[in-house]
C-alpha cells in the first residue's frame, strides 16, 4: 500500500466504549492499520478527549466509528459509522442491491397474503426486535394486521412496524449463521442453531406439532465454522448494500431444500463491540470458541479500514 515509511494518510478511530478488552482490541486495530501505511489514532467520542485531534486538522483524515454512531463529525473530511436503519429501510436497501432477502412485506391493516405465493406458513416478527422475542409462526389466509397500542407493554411491536417473511427452511433445528464483516472482510464466522421446543422435522410440519424456527436464541449453540458459501454472500452484501458501513453483522440461512441462501438480517447499527460486550464473552465462554482467533480479527480489520481509508484518500 505504500513504501515504508511512507504514509499514505491518517485514520482516527472511535473506541465505543471503555471495557479493557475494547481497547485492547482497538489497539490490535491500531497497529495493524500503522502496519499497512496509514497512521491510526484512537479516540473516544468526548469532546474534551477530541481536542488533541486539533493538530490533525489540516492532515489527510478519515475518521470511523466502527462500532455505533455519531453525528459529530471528528476532523474535516469523511466520518464512517453505523446507520440507525429501521429494519424495513434495511430490507430495502439490501433489495435495491440484490441482495437475497426472504420474501417480505410490512404489516399494514389492509395486508391480505396469498398462500398460494406466501406457502401455509409465515413467519411475524417485529422490526425492532431481540434475540428472537416477539417472532411466531403464523398462518398465511390468518396474518392480519394489529395496533402497536394493542400489543402487551413490553412487546416489540409496540416500538416498529411488524414484519412478515417467506418461512425458510433451515432444517428440523433451526440453523443460522452469524458472519462479521469490516468493509467487507469476514472477521468472524459462526454457526448458531437453538435446539429448544419440538423439531420441525418437515418444512410445513407446524401442524404436526413443529415449533422450532429461530436459531438466534439466548439457549443457542454456536461453533466456529468458516462456511466458504455463507461468508461470501456476506462479503457481496456488505459490498454492494452498505459499502461506507465500516461494521456489519449478518444473520444468513440456508434453506436446506432449495438450497437457497437467506439474508435475514446485517444489523448497520451496531452499538456493541461484538468482540468484548458481555453477551459476546458469556457465548465464547459457554462454547468454548475464541472469536478473535479465527481470522485473527483486530489485524484483519485493521487491514479492511486501512485500505478503505486509502481508497478515500487516494
Same mark, same amino acid.
Given at each position: 500500500? $505504500?513504501?515504508v515509511?511512507?504514509?499514505?494518510?491518517?485514520?482516527?478511530? @472511535?473506541?465505543? *466504549? *471503555?471495557?479493557? =478488552?475494547?481497547w485492547q482490541?482497538?489497539?490490535?486495530?491500531a497497529?495493524?492499520?500503522?502496519d499497512h501505511?496509514m497512521?491510526?489514532? %484512537?479516540v473516544?467520542?468526548?469532546?474534551?478527549?477530541q #481536542?488533541?485531534?486539533?493538530p490533525?486538522?489540516?492532515t489527510?483524515?478519515?475518521?470511523?466509528?466502527?462500532?455505533? +454512531?455519531?453525528?459529530?463529525k471528528?476532523?474535516?473530511?469523511?466520518?464512517?459509522?453505523?446507520?440507525?436503519?429501521?429494519?424495513?429501510?434495511?430490507?430495502?436497501t439490501?433489495?435495491?442491491?440484490? &441482495?437475497p432477502?426472504?420474501?417480505?412485506?410490512? %404489516?399494514?391493516?389492509d395486508t391480505?397474503?396469498?398462500?398460494?405465493?406466501?406457502?401455509?406458513?409465515?413467519i411475524?416478527k417485529?422490526?425492532?426486535?431481540?434475540l428472537?422475542?416477539?417472532?411466531? @409462526? +403464523? =398462518?398465511?389466509?390468518k396474518?392480519r394486521?394489529?395496533?402497536p397500542?394493542?400489543y402487551? +407493554?413490553g412487546?416489540?411491536?409496540r416500538?416498529?412496524?411488524?414484519? &412478515?417473511? =417467506?418461512?425458510?427452511?433451515t432444517?428440523?433445528?433451526?440453523v /443460522?449463521?452469524?458472519v &462479521?464483516?469490516v468493509?467487507?472482510e469476514? &472477521?468472524?464466522c459462526? +454457526?448458531?442453531?437453538?435446539?429448544r421446543?419440538t423439531?420441525?422435522?418437515?418444512?410445513?410440519?407446524? *401442524?404436526? $406439532?413443529?415449533?422450532?424456527?429461530?436459531? !438466534?436464541?439466548k439457549?443457542?449453540?454456536?461453533e466456529?465454522?468458516? !462456511?466458504?458459501?455463507?461468508?461470501?454472500?456476506?462479503r457481496?452484501?456488505?459490498?454492494r448494500?452498505f459499502?461506507?458501513?465500516?461494521?456489519?453483522?449478518?444473520d444468513?440461512?440456508k434453506d436446506?431444500?432449495?438450497?437457497?441462501?437467506a439474508?435475514?438480517e446485517?444489523?448497520p447499527?451496531?452499538p #456493541?463491540?461484538?468482540?468484548?460486550?458481555?453477551?459476546?464473552? /458469556?457465548a465464547?465462554?459457554a !462454547?468454548?470458541?475464541?472469536?478473535?482467533?479465527q481470522?485473527?480479527a483486530?489485524?484483519?480489520?485493521?487491514?479492511?479500514?486501512? =485500505?478503505k481509508?486509502?481508497?478515500?484518500?487516494h
Amino acid at each position: 500500500m $505504500g513504501a515504508v515509511g511512507e504514509f499514505l494518510g491518517t485514520v482516527v478511530l @472511535v473506541v465505543p *466504549d *471503555d471495557d479493557p =478488552k475494547t481497547w485492547q482490541d482497538f489497539r490490535a486495530i491500531a497497529a495493524a492499520i500503522r502496519d499497512h501505511g496509514m497512521r491510526a489514532h %484512537l479516540v473516544r467520542h468526548r469532546r474534551h478527549e477530541q #481536542l488533541a485531534l486539533l493538530p490533525l486538522w489540516l492532515t489527510p483524515t478519515v475518521s470511523i466509528s466502527i462500532s455505533g +454512531r455519531t453525528d459529530r463529525k471528528l476532523l474535516p473530511g469523511r466520518f464512517l459509522s453505523g446507520l440507525e436503519h429501521s429494519k424495513v429501510d434495511e430490507y430495502r436497501t439490501l433489495q435495491a442491491a440484490g &441482495v437475497p432477502v426472504p420474501r417480505w412485506t410490512e %404489516l399494514v391493516p389492509d395486508t391480505r397474503l396469498d398462500p398460494g405465493e406466501w406457502g401455509p406458513y409465515v413467519i411475524e416478527k417485529p422490526s425492532a426486535g431481540w434475540l428472537g422475542a416477539n417472532i411466531r @409462526v +403464523r =398462518k398465511t389466509e390468518k396474518v392480519r394486521f394489529t395496533p402497536p397500542s394493542s400489543y402487551e +407493554r413490553g412487546h416489540y411491536g409496540r416500538h416498529g412496524p411488524m414484519i &412478515v417473511q =417467506k418461512f425458510v427452511y433451515t432444517g428440523e433445528w433451526p440453523v /443460522s449463521y452469524r458472519v &462479521v464483516t469490516v468493509f467487507g472482510e469476514v &472477521v468472524l464466522c459462526y +454457526r448458531q442453531v437453538t435446539q429448544r421446543g419440538t423439531p420441525l422435522k418437515t418444512r410445513w410440519g407446524f *401442524d404436526a $406439532g413443529g415449533t422450532a424456527v429461530i436459531s !438466534n436464541t439466548k439457549a443457542m449453540r454456536i461453533e466456529l465454522d468458516a !462456511n466458504a458459501e455463507i461468508m461470501d454472500a456476506a462479503r457481496q452484501a456488505h459490498l454492494r448494500a452498505f459499502p461506507d458501513v465500516p461494521l456489519l453483522q449478518f444473520d444468513i440461512g440456508k434453506d436446506v431444500e432449495t438450497g437457497e441462501l437467506a439474508i435475514f438480517e446485517c444489523h448497520p447499527f451496531a452499538p #456493541l463491540w461484538p468482540f468484548s460486550h458481555r453477551m459476546a464473552i /458469556s457465548a465464547q465462554a459457554a !462454547n468454548a470458541v475464541d472469536f478473535d482467533s479465527q481470522f485473527g480479527a483486530m489485524m484483519t480489520t485493521g487491514r479492511a479500514i486501512a =485500505k478503505k481509508a486509502a481508497q478515500i484518500l487516494h
